[in-house]
C-alpha cells in the first residue's frame, strides 16, 4: 500500500480505539502488516533509488526526487488524517497525539525496509524478513487503475469507521 493508505487507517484505528501516544504507535506499526498482506498496488517500483538492480548507480538528484515523492505520499496521508479525525465535527482533537504516532508508526516499517535494502545490519535485515514474510507476494503493480481504485475504497471504509 501507500503511504497515506498506511497513514490514514492507522489514524482512523487510532480513533476508535481513542489511542494514546504508544498504543497509537502499535496500532499503526501492526496495521501496516495487516495490510500488506493484501495484494496491492505502490509506485516504489517506478522509484530508481528503490528498484536499482544491483551495480546500478542511483544518481543524486534521482534519490532527491525520490524523497520528494515519498515526502508527498506521507504528506497526503497526514492532511487526510487531518481532515478525517483531527478536524472531525465530534472528534476535534480528541486524540490527536494518538493519531499522529499511529501515523508514524505506520510509516515505520517501510523505512526500516528501506533501511534494510542499504544497510548490511543484521537487525535490519531480520526485520526485513519478517516485512516479506508478511507482505502479499501477488503484486498489482501491472494495474495501477485498479491498484489504487482499491485503496481510495480503502482510505474511504477507514474514514467512515469514525462515523459509528
Ligand atoms: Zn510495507
Redesign the pocket.
Known amino acids: 500500500m501507500v503511504l497515506a493508505v498506511h497513514g490514514v487507517v492507522a489514524g482512523a484505528l487510532a480513533t476508535v480505539a481513542r489511542a494514546n501516544p504508544v498504543t497509537g504507535f502499535f496500532i499503526g506499526f501492526l496495521s501496516?502488516f495487516l495490510l500488506?498482506a493484501f495484494p496491492h498496488w505502490d509506485y516504489f517500483h517506478l522509484l530508481p533509488s528503490f528498484s536499482k538492480q544491483e551495480g546500478q548507480k542511483v544518481r543524486h538528484l534521482q534519490f532527491v526526487r525520490d524523497i520528494f515523492w515519498i515526502c508527498c505520499d506521507i504528506g497526503l496521508g497526514v492532511l487526510l488524517s487531518l481532515l478525517f479525525f483531527v478536524f472531525h465535527r465530534d472528534l476535534g482533537g480528541v486524540v490527536t497525539k494518538g493519531v499522529f504516532w499511529a501515523i508514524i508508526g505506520s510509516i515505520v516499517?517501510?523505512v526500516l525496509?528501506y533501511l534494510a535494502m542499504k544497510l548490511p545490519w543484521k537487525p535490519l535485515t531480520l526485520f526485513r524478513r519478517l516485512?516479506d514474510y508478511f507482505?502479499s507476494k501477488t503484486k498489482l503493480n501491472g494495474a495501477a487503475a485498479f491498484g489504487i481504485g482499491i485503496q481510495v475504497v480503502v482510505v474511504i471504509l477507514a474514514a467512515s469507521l469514525t462515523f459509528f
Open positions: 501496516h500488506d516499517p517501510d525496509q516485512h507482505h
